[in-house]
């Protein structure tokens, strides 16, 4: 090969390479995307599409199946209810952020006398208890309340941050007046709490629900002990066995599926 010949092959070969260099590695860099949990795919180590495995969103066919164990209604005063499910979920690292739920209530001749619709979560291996207050039935009579999500539930890797907060000396006066719940609620955490809510459910002594109510402690502070009461505005039908005074707060995502996000 002449000198002439060489130059050109060595000229026309450095071209190809700068061109595959300009248009190759951006195509290489295109064409290779690495796993993540939210490319539509089923891969890295995902046991279905962008779930389980390291997703942040759980596989629900590895979950123990959730439950609503009941749904009761209760009268209050001038034609008023409330009512109250408990859902169990059994799972210690997984737990919903948000889903919309309805209440049904209906007449002893099984009749539609009122709806509520709202959103709730749901802590990973605890009972929730959804409360809904102040249903207006036009002064019909409830004989039962039926309790529905109203879209599909969406599990993600989240922590229990209500087993901070104990709630002790859970006492009841007046139950065949105008019943009165009393408890203490203690932050047990060096971290403040905001927004917890309490349910409280009153039961007979056969396990049977027969009153329930909410309240809210906007703030409980670190180490702090608060008293929280719950009241009810006539006595309550039956005597009075178990009490549960539940501390309600919104999971938080673990550390581990922060990363992912």
């Avoid at 279905?48 to 495995?53: E, I, M, P, S, T």
């Avoid at 907060?165 to 955490?189: F, H």
């Avoid at 703030?219 to 178990?242: Q, Y």
Wanted: glycine fraction near 8%.
């Amino acid at each position: 090969m002449s000198w002439a010949s060489r130059r050109r092959f060595l000229y026309l070969t450095g071209v190809i390479l700068f061109f595959a260099l300009v248009l190759g590695i951006p195509f290489i860099i295109w064409w290779y995307q690495p796993a993540t949990c939210t490319d539509g795919k089923l891969n890295g180590g995902e046991t279905a599409v962008d779930r389980g495995g390291p997703c942040p969103l759980l596989d629900e066919r590895s979950l123990i199946p959730h439950a609503v164990e009941w749904a009761r209604a209760f009268p209050v005063r001038d034609g008023t209810w409330s009512a109250v499910a408990y859902v169990e979920n059994p799972n210690k690292e997984g737990g919903v952020r948000a889903v919309p739920y309805r209440f049904k209530l209906y007449d002893e001749r099984n009749i539609l006398v009122a709806e509520r619709d709202g959103a709730t979560f749901i802590m990973p291996s605890a009972i929730t208890p959804i409360f809904e207050g102040a249903i207006d039935t036009g002064n019909r009579s409830v004989a039962r309340a039926y309790f529905e999500f109203a879209a599909p539930l969406v599990w993600e890797r989240m922590r229990d941050v209500s087993v901070v907060i104990d709630v002790t000396g859970k006492t009841i006066e007046g139950a065949d007046s105008m019943p009165r719940l009393s408890a203490i609620a203690e932050n047990t955490s060096v971290v403040d709490a905001q927004d917890v809510q309490f349910v409280a459910v009153v039961f007979d002594p056969a396990g049977n629900a027969i009153a329930a109510s909410r309240t809210e402690v906007p703030d409980l502070a670190a180490g702090e002990k608060r008293d929280i009461i719950f009241t009810w505005p006539d006595p309550f039908v039956g005597s009075v066995g178990r009490l549960d005074v539940i501390p309600l707060r919104a999971p938080e995502p673990t550390a581990a599926t922060a990363r992912f996000f």
